[in-house]
């Protein structure tokens, strides 16, 4: 297979990735907003969301993953790429705070509130991180810095 095919085979599924983890924000937002999940039903989507997203984060960071792709297609771009990587241990933990808040008590008012108030500060991260990674891409294989023909 020739590198370029693999590049595309490894964007596919870094796209496919982020397909499957904003369902997963989207079944935990809408269970979030309907508060009728018991603790044990949030738990679960929670680990499950937490082992996808670390998965998610290991590919991108494999030495065939995202981020060496970007980096070898646009060099210049390797200190914006290490501080997307560097953000991924953060995501990770503020998700496992926000599973250990949703361990602690059962489902009430207040406990829905700060549980909603965690989900939008965690998504609204994700997202940013999601888009500055797209961001990246398309600056790595977009850019057009001149030739000497």
Not at 107 to 113: Q, V, Y
């Amino acid at each position: 297979m020739k590198e370029s095919d693999q590049s595309i085979v490894a964007f596919d599924a870094h796209e496919q990735e982020h397909a499957n983890l904003e369902k997963l924000l989207a079944t935990w937002g809408a269970m979030v907003a309907e508060k009728k999940a018991n603790r044990n039903d949030v738990s679960v989507l929670l680990a499950g969301l937490i082992e996808t997203l670390q998965s998610h984060f290991d590919h991108e960071e494999h030495e065939q993953g995202f981020f060496k792709t970007v980096v070898k297609q646009a060099p210049w771009l390797s200190e914006q790429a290490q501080t997307l990587m560097d953000e991924h241990c953060g995501m990770c933990q503020m998700l496992e705070r926000v599973h250990s808040h949703a361990q602690e008590d059962s489902p009430h008012d207040a406990w829905w509130t700060k549980h909603t108030d965690e989900f939008q500060q965690f998504r609204r991260s994700f997202l940013r991180h999601e888009r500055s990674e797209n961001d990246l891409l398309q600056q790595a294989f977009t850019q057009d810095i001149g030739s000497n023909d």
